[in-house]
């Protein structure tokens, strides 16, 4: 009953930015945590970032300094600020959604690849 839908992936050149957005839609009422995770190709899936409702963040310490979560409560959607980037940041980028009464929702994952 919850959607929630990617942009903003692509090619970027290495030490170039991107700003991905996830937009949840659906029968929502309160989301608790959101946040994004990122898979490469034979790799497992690893959190990049947690944002709680309040405003408080987790950085994996991969990204720290280069990557900023935040979100927009009013609009039920979630940014990955993505800065100084090079190629093991290449991957799918999964965002997520906790809703308070039960359940986690899942993006359809964004591209994300960097090369010269």
């Known amino acids: 009953q919850v959607q929630l839908v990617e942009s903003g992936g692509g090619l970027v050149q290495p030490g170039g930015s991107l700003r991905l957005s996830c937009v949840a839609s659906g029968s929502i009422f309160t989301i608790l945590d959101m946040g994004w995770y990122r898979q490469a190709p034979g790799k497992q899936r690893d959190l990049v970032a947690v944002?709680?409702?309040?405003?408080?963040?987790v950085h994996a310490d991969s990204v720290k300094g280069r990557f900023t979560v935040s979100r927009d409560n009013a609009k039920n959607t979630v940014y990955l600020q993505m800065n100084s980037l090079n190629p093991e940041d290449t991957a799918v980028y999964y965002c997520?959604?906790?809703?308070?009464?039960?359940?986690?929702?899942w993006g359809q994952g964004t591209q994300v690849t960097v090369s010269s």
């Open positions: 997520y959604a906790d809703l308070q009464y039960g359940g986690r929702a």
């Open positions: 944002i709680s409702r309040e405003g408080t963040t």
